[in-house]
């Protein structure tokens, strides 16, 4: 998985590195066969046609009169396609031209058996469904990334910046499961587990700590204020 990971990331990298501010980059995922592929479409520089035949190589540059000057050793697309080979795929690259735009695609085999409705294993968002969560989460851009991610899972969220809006939304709103960050701006998630256990003490609410704080120490003081499970973020 981290070698796989270090693969599509070059593809994004390289993405990003040559093309212009505030331009796009598109990612898209389909099925194809027993393939699985990931394409990184963007409308920078694009591929000279005489470079094609290079581009695969370990340290080539497309204009080696920049030297390094684009952040790079030009080693990013040729390992991320020996990774996907050792997997049992590859990696294509297509571009109309110098100026046009370049898509790179990540193809890899399917694991046997694998099918769109396969049973889901520990780590699956599925087995996270239909259930009603709270996210109460300061950080307005990862609280609505964690509330898109556990919708994915078919679950009806709501979202809180910090305790005072917590304790109003569970007024009205009766979760199986609180995700909350233990550094609020009002009230601190370790007095706020607290006050949501003393208000939905008739439900079956579990509650989760997801912090910036990874001591163990941290960790203790959260089971011991009330919450059921601790997770560092990135969760």
Do not use: W
């Not at 963007?42 to 340290?59: H, Q, S, V, W, Y």
């Not at 990334?145 to 009806?156: A, F, H, I, K, T």
């Amino acid at each position: 998985a981290q070698r796989l990971s270090q693969a599509l990331a070059a593809l994004l990298l390289n993405a990003a590195k040559f093309s212009p501010d505030a331009s796009a980059i598109v990612v898209a995922v389909r099925r194809r066969d027993d393939m699985f592929e990931i394409s990184v479409r963007d409308t920078g520089r694009g591929i000279a046609p005489e470079f094609a035949p290079r581009l695969f190589e370990l340290f080539a540059q497309a204009d080696e009169s920049l030297g390094h000057a684009d952040g790079g050793l030009g080693a990013g697309l040729a390992i991320a396609k020996q990774i996907a080979q050792l997997h049992g795929g590859d990696v294509e690259v297509d571009s109309a031209g110098h100026g046009l735009g370049t898509t790179a695609t990540l193809r890899l085999p399917l694991l046997p058996g694998a099918a769109a409705d396969a049973p889901a294993d520990e780590h699956d968002l599925a087995r996270l469904a239909g259930r009603r969560v709270l996210i109460i989460e300061d950080n307005a851009d990862a609280r609505d990334s964690l509330r898109m991610l556990v919708e994915l899972g078919g679950n009806d969220v709501m979202t809180a910046a910090n305790a005072a809006e917590g304790l109003h939304v569970v007024e009205g709103f009766t979760p199986d499961l609180v995700v909350c960050d233990i550094g609020l701006p009002d009230v601190d998630g370790y007095q706020l587990v607290q006050r949501l256990r003393d208000k939905l003490a008739d439900q079956a609410t579990r509650f989760i700590a997801l912090t910036g704080y990874g001591r163990v120490e941290d960790r203790e003081r959260a089971l011991e204020s009330g919450f059921d499970s601790f997770y560092v973020k990135p969760l």
